[in-house]
């Protein structure tokens, strides 16, 4: 299956509703990360650092949509053939996504738009004549993400016709890398679950150095209605890999407001995954 590395087509949220879900995705990351006392304390940075990049893919994801939709409404993407894709840069102040739209310019990838999404306010398009030079920074964030759909290209299975792209740098002391996320692209009233996938890409976005499959299962998840979201009943998944839920699961319910019942056998604990949170709820072994 070949992936397009733009999707012609932005899905799911109208406008003003991913601004306001990126307003509480920000809320969220502007809030300590202190899990609530009643988590295992062994298990609280896992669910911390969970909780954090659920925030960030959130905010990401959802400001590159935004970014899309004004692109399209502006015929931006039909016309111009020269985008391949995009990267996007998180600002705390003023808070908001600058995503910057690339393509090749005499063989090398070159920044053709940049789009400011802050989390209030309307979306501005700055169109670059002349088209300029990547940062390093994109540079290497571009590379890494056209790695990942190669890769992910090659796999055989597939949930959903378009993959949103999501690239994080992770800041380790020691020895930095690129998380890339290829998240199902959703629907109007459906979120897609299923083949979603996290490559661990080097620093200089060469090589990738680690995958992780969040689910292999392919579900849709229908997004309930405002009204009904407090009476939505909790589904209910084992995860294997990890002894606590992921920013996976946090993902899946912000963007499909469905609260998650996940069992994790590897630390014997049930959980629960509702309101932006990971809650404990039970041990299921002693």
């Known amino acids: 299956m070949a992936l397009p590395a733009l999707s012609g087509h ?6 003003s509703r ?10 969220t990351f502007f809030a300590a990360y202190a899990p609530a006392e009643e988590i295992p304390g062994e298990y609280r940075a896992s669910v911390a ?18 970014a899309n939709h004004e692109l399209e409404r502006r015929g931006i993407l039909k ?4 985008v391949r894709g995009w990267v996007s840069d998180f600002e705390l102040e003023p808070s908001g996504v600058f995503v910057t739209y690339v393509g090749d310019v005499d063989g090398a990838p070159h920044a053709l738009y940049r789009v400011d999404v802050p989390v209030e306010g309307a979306v501005v398009v700055e169109t670059l004549t002349p088209a300029a030079p990547l940062t390093e920074s994109e540079r290497v964030r571009f590379a890494a993400r056209n790695l990942a759909i190669a890769e992910f290209a090659k796999r055989g299975k597939h949930c959903a016709a378009h993959y949103d792209t999501v690239v994080l740098p992770v800041a380790a002391q ?3 890398y690129m998380y890339v996320y290829l998240l199902a692209e959703n629907e109007k009233r459906a979120v897609h679950v299923g083949s979603e996938v996290r490559y661990e890409v080097s620093a200089d976005g060469a090589h990738i150095d680690d995958e992780r499959t969040f689910s292999e299962n392919c579900l849709a998840l229908a997004v309930p ?3 009904d979201r407090a009476k939505a009943v909790a589904i209910r998944m084992t995860h294997v890999p990890d002894p606590t839920p992921t920013e996976w699961h946090l993902f899946v319910n912000r963007t499909s407001y469905q609260p998650l019942d996940v ?3 590897e630390s014997g604990m049930r959980w629960a995954v509702r309101n932006r949170k990971i809650e404990f709820v039970e041990r299921t072994k002693n």
């Open 79 to 82: 016309k111009d053939h020269r």
């Open 49 to 66: 650092r969970s909780s954090m990049l659920a925030s960030l893919l959130t905010v990401h994801q959802l400001s590159a949509q935004r």
């Open 18 to 27: 991913r601004a306001a879900s990126i307003a509480a995705c920000v809320a």
């Open 10 to 15: 932005t899905a799911a949220m109208t406008p």
């Open 174 to 176: 020691a020895d930095p």
């Open 263 to 265: 069992e994790t056998p």
């Open 225 to 227: 209605r405002r009204k």
